[in-house]
Nanobody, 124 residues
Framework: QVQLVESGGGLVQAGGSLTLSCAASGRTFSQTGWFRQAPGKERALLVAITWSASTVYYGDTAKGRFTVSKDNTKNTVYLQMNSLQPEDTAVYYC???????????????????WGQGTQVTVSS
């Protein structure tokens, strides 16, 4: 019943932009995060946002380039990515938790629900 579905990934040239969407169904969540994982690397937190968007976290790799936003009427969280570089190539995941009082900077272990991921490939 609970489902997160990412969309918006694809192939983009270096310097280009993409906007990812995470559509949730079956539940509302207190906190949503965007992660990415390249082959052989750990899943890393990019950004996180609370339900009301009163608290937002940007990791070092996202600051200045990525923007997280949400539309609660659609139960959808967005990740706008600008100035993409080849090192941004990875599978991007949306994750969510219904628990209250979570640390906005928490890693994958804090999240209970995950999407399937969407591939982002940035060419030189």
């Amino acid at each position: 019943q609970v489902q997160l579905v990412e969309s918006g990934g694809g192939l983009v040239q270096a310097g280009g932009s993409l906007t990812l969407s995470c559509a949730a169904s079956g539940r509302t969540f207190s906190q949503t995060g965007w992660f990415r994982q390249a082959p052989g690397k750990e899943r890393a937190l990019l950004v996180a946002i609370t339900w009301s968007a009163s608290t937002v976290y940007y990791g070092d790799t996202a600051k200045g380039r990525f923007t997280v936003s949400k539309d609660n009427t659609k139960n959808t969280v967005y990740l706008q990515m600008n100035s993409l570089q080849p090192e941004d190539t990875a599978v991007y995941y949306c994750a969510a938790t219904s628990r209250l009082g979570s640390d906005i900077r928490s890693g994958p272990g804090n999240y209970d629900y995950w999407g399937q991921g969407t591939q982002v490939t940035v060419s030189s």
